[in-house]
T-cell receptor, first 118, second 111 residues
Framework: GAVVSQHPSWVICKSGTSVKIECRSL??????MFWYRQFPKQSLMLMAT?????????EQGVEKDKFLINHASLTLSTLTVTSAHPEDSSFYIC??????????????FGPGTRLTVT | EDQVTQSPEALRLQEGESSSLNCSYT??????LFWYRQDPGKGPEFLFT???AGEEKEKERLKATLTKKESFLHITAPKPEDSATYLC????????????FGKGTLLTVNP
């Protein structure tokens, strides 16, 4: 239980284009989802927190107009990187707060999406 | 501001050689300390949550402990498949479940 999926697992796009990443909770409903980014050999940095049906809360230094987050349902959140540039290349990981089969509420992470902007 | 420091950055063990990973933290009102395992190119896999000093949890060869300032992840008789990066994270009060992560410890277990 408590499985989170992401799509795509990797994407290459040209500078100036936009790319959308989907995050789904497969076997539970997630009222809260999180988006992180991770650079090589670095830890996860929280970008934003989204609650279903409301606007996302962005961490300091994260451009909300560049990283558009939509949490339209209890099982789906999307991150759109607009006008991507090479410095946006990173590993993007989503997580969802839900309950496992053992009844424990925790954050469960997706497998990540590797974005490369050329 | 919540802070998490993990040590060592990297650790090499021989199969069967037990050891411990450290996670030191500074947080305003601890609401949970979390351990995750991350394999290369994958998302973190949840291992444990600890909520109060003195609490311990075990899973197979792993045992996590917590004090008011730090947590240890003890690995007993590790196997090569235990090789991964182990991440520690904390959640503070009123944080809307926000996790602050350390940089992780890269564990390599040689056969």
């Amino acid at each position: 239980g408590a499985v989170v999926s992401q799509h795509p697992s990797w994407v290459i796009c040209k500078s100036g284009t936009s790319v959308k990443i989907e995050c789904r909770s497969l076997d539970f409903q997630a009222t809260t989802m999180f988006w992180y980014r991770q650079f090589p050999k670095q830890s996860l940095m929280l970008m934003a927190t989204s609650n279903e049906g409301s606007k996302a809360t962005y961490e300091q230094g994260v451009e909300k107009d560049k990283f558009l987050i939509n949490h339209a349902s209890l099982t789906l959140s999307t991150l759109t990187v607009t006008s991507a540039h090479p410095e946006d290349s990173s590993f993007y990981i989503c997580s969802a707060r839900g309950r496992s089969g053992s009844g424990v509420y925790e954050q469960y992470f997706g497998p990540g999406t590797r974005l490369t902007v050329t | 501001e919540d802070q998490v420091t993990q040590s060592p950055e990297a650790l090499r063990l021989q199969e069967g050689e037990s050891s411990s990973l450290n996670c030191s933290y500074t947080v305003s009102g601890l609401r949970g300390l979390f351990w995750y395992r991350q394999d290369p190119g994958k998302g973190p896999e949840f291992l444990f949550t600890l909520y109060s000093a003195g609490e311990e949890k075990e899973k197979e060869r792993l045992k996590a402990t917590l004090t008011k300032k730090e947590s240890f992840l003890h690995i007993t008789a590790p196997k090569p498949e235990d090789s991964a990066t182990y991440l520690c994270a904390v959640r503070s009060g009123g944080s809307n479940y926000k996790l602050t992560f350390g940089k992780g410890t890269l564990l390599t277990v040689n056969p």
